[in-house]
């Protein structure tokens, strides 16, 4: 694998120095594991490029492991989704791909080591019972009525719990530690739950599956994993990583190591709250240009360079943060700026007639790609006796604050060809402005008037007569709250101009090769072509974001 030029050391890293030089491990391996019940999101990157890039780093391995042992939420399609977006990324997990559920088995029988050694018992508590019984912060839990089972019982109880002698919810496997202890994670936390819903990959030969605490420490030493990183609100959950790892005589023991997770202002990241979204059609699924996920970054026109460039800024520590949401805007901003190539597009059009050009006029105008990569190479874009400008640059009477647009009796530049001067308009009914009168300036295609005249402005501009009609649609942040997260009400809190959509025209160069871009359009921002609903003969634009960061 190739090392990632702009990983960035971290606190991690101190650690595995210091247990490569004590000689703790010979070999680094990490993993990532996502449950596969939703999309992937920008959270998710950053945990995948610290996992990744300190495989990386360290020439050593990481897994990819679904943690799939909650039949009613996970599904293949997620699945499928997950592996693509790391690799879209451009990361490759080590080897095959691993599931809790290729060690169901296993699992299994180091439950049953656990029962056999008097550390586990089969509870018939409800769920809201469990709960009760488990107290407060302040005050101890109890002990269930079940607790006391002998350990030929418990055995008994969970083998009729794998064959399916239990209704959903009536029974489950609780490690027997300490009802009394500081930790409510300790307070014998469920270990198996019954769940009678088919798995996407062992169908109905399960009725009982085990809890993510229980699974995940022994998945982790089942694969040899070295250093098990995840995010802060696991800290707790390490007392009960090495507890479980500490009775079942498994022979490799991992370490837990926690970080930050990320907070981004006016984003999401809970999967759950994520579901609401897409289940109550707030927005077009898991990868509406608006949610965070990666595919909706994808679709909305960032690139892998500008998510791990954003995981990269944003750095590995344990303090907690709200990052801008215009960090990452920045990061796409600045690649984009580098690498996408131009275009000209009209999203509010106005009509204007060059009076000194024969009607149906055309010539083809040369332009380069991009202004400061020659290697981009040139397009032609044609100007005819007709053309198209955006209404917002012409107005009849100029201000002192409009310096820089089209007014009668002016000149202004079209951008890489003719100076114009507006001389007339034509007006419906209503007086609202249809058609502005003009004559070009022959001598002036790319070069200043010959007499020496000052142009000030330059606006851009589509042929009225060789375009593409094209929907463009302006994203916004999806919330006007900065934490949703903590936000009463999430659907309130929906932005209601998240999403605004503008009709115009674009050049036709771009129907050649129908590429998705991203471009640049010309002052009006970065967009990328949206397959889902783009033809040939009517293109859909995505904005991915704005030349300048918003002053709002």
Known sequence: MKILMNYRPNFIN?????????????????????EPNGYLHIGHAKAICLNFGI?????????????????????????????????????????DVHYSSDYIEELYDYAIKLIKKGLAYVDELS?????????????????????????????????????????????CLRAKINMASPSMVMRDP??????YTPHHRIGKNWCIYPTYDFSHCISDAIEGITHSLCTLEFQENRILYNWILNNIDINTHPAQYEFSRLNLKYIITSKRKLNILVTKNIVDGWDDPRMPTISGLRRRGYTARSIREFC?????????????????????????NKHAPRLMAVINPMKIIINNLPVGYEEKIEMPNHPNNSDMGVRHVIFS??????????????????????????????????VIKAEGVKKDKNGNIICIYCSYDPF????NPVDGRKITGVIHWVSATRNISAEFRLYDKLFIHPNPAVASNLIANINPNSLIIAQGVVEENI?????????QIEREGYFILDHHYSKKSYLVFNRTVTLKESKN
């Open 14 to 34: 101190h650690i595995i120095d210091k247990d490569l030089k004590s000689k703790k491990h010979t070999n680094v391996r990490t993993r990532f594991p996502p």
């Open 55 to 95: 495989a990386q780093y360290y020439h050593g391995q990481c897994n990819l492991r679904l943690d799939d042992t909650n039949p009613e939420k996970e599904h293949k399609e997620y699945v499928e989704g997950i592996k693509y977006d790391i690799q879209w990324l451009g990361f490759m997990w080590h080897g």
């Open 127 to 171: 769920i809201d019972e469990i709960k009760k019984y488990r107290g407060t912060l302040t005050r101890s839990g109890k002990n269930s009525p079940y607790r006391s089972r002998s350990i030929k019982e418990n055995l008994i109880y969970f083998s009729k719990m794998r064959n399916g002698d239990f209704l959903e919810g009536k029974a």
């Open 190 to 195: 469920v270990l198996y739950r019954i769940k």
């Open 312 to 336: 990269h800024r944003i750095g590995i520590s344990k303090q907690e943060s709200q990052i801008e949401l215009s960090l990452l805007e920045s990061c796409i901003r600045t690649d984009l």
């Open 385 to 418: 006796q007709e053309i198209f400008i955006d209404r917002f640059d012409f107005c009849e009477i100029l201000n002192n604050n409009e310096c820089y647009k089209l007014t009668l009796g002016q000149e202004i530049r079209l951008r890489y060809a003719y």
């Open 444 to 447: 002036t295609l790319h070069k």
């Open 511 to 519: 129907i050649h090769s129908y590429s998705s871009g991203p471009y």
